[in-house]
């Protein structure tokens, strides 16, 4: 069974552009969740798609945003690019997307910003 | 948000056992205790999880507290692949909250 899979797995921007990042989620899948990863902050969630919804969000801001295909793949859009942005983005597939069960994880895009 | 507190890293020896506390004294009822290591340069990894009781598999033993208010991760014969960062996280049953905690790094000596 393939895994979660993630590209491109290295980027490098400027700021002020935008990027656009995908994940495709285990198959049968229906549950994919981004995550930011940071050295100083460590894992934050920034949002979840379920069935093409967002279901939930964490907190930030409205330059971070995404959404899923019929298929359940995924993408992630970042605008107008800070040097902040600067992370391992990563994202996490489940069947449901629910406290019981696992999140299965991709190998993330490291983005870089100059 | 419930959040969890971890100690920023531990050691062990080879073949020892490795026990990983995590503390979530603000835990609900329905938040699913769950644990996940993360090697470099890869994404993290389920280890295992738990809601009340005691529970087992393959990687390892997740002991929960009687009051839920802490657990701990038992690795029963550490390994030099086990070192990683481990993190312990609630899943709320509902999906409606997420709390991550720093992380706890393992080093494992031979």
């Known amino acids: 069974k393939a895994g979660v899979t993630q590209t491109p797995r290295y980027l490098i921007k400027t700021r002020g552009q935008q990027v656009t990042l995908s994940c495709s989620p285990i198959?049968?899948?229906?549950?994919v969740s981004w995550y930011q990863q940071t050295p100083g902050q460590g894992l934050q969630f920034l949002f979840e798609y379920f069935s093409e919804t967002q279901r939930n969000k964490g907190n930030f801001p409205g330059r971070f945003s995404g959404r899923q295909f019929s298929n359940s793949r995924s993408e992630m859009n970042v605008s107008t690019l800070e040097l902040g942005d600067s992370a391992l983005y990563l994202c996490?597939?489940?069947?449901?997307?629910?406290?019981?069960?696992?999140?299965?994880f991709g190998d993330g895009t490291r983005l870089s910003i100059l | 948000d419930a959040k969890t507190t971890q100690p920023n890293s531990m050691e062990s020896n080879e073949e020892e056992p490795v026990h990983l506390p995590c503390n979530h004294s603000t835990i609900s009822g329905t938040d699913y205790i769950h644990w996940y290591r993360q090697l470099p340069s890869q994404g993290p990894e389920y280890v295992i999880h738990?809601?009340?009781s005691n529970v087992n598999n393959r990687m390892a033993s997740l002991a929960i507290a009687e009051d839920r208010k802490s657990s701990t991760l038992i690795l029963h014969r550490a390994t030099l692949r086990d070192a990683a960062v481990y993190y312990c996280i609630l899943l709320n049953s509902g999906y409606s909250t997420l709390t991550f905690g720093k992380g706890t790094m393992l080093l494992v000596s031979p």
């Open positions: 198959s049968g899948h229906r549950s």
């Open positions: 738990g809601l009340t």
């Open positions: 996490a597939s489940s069947a449901q997307g629910i406290g019981n069960q696992p999140q299965h």
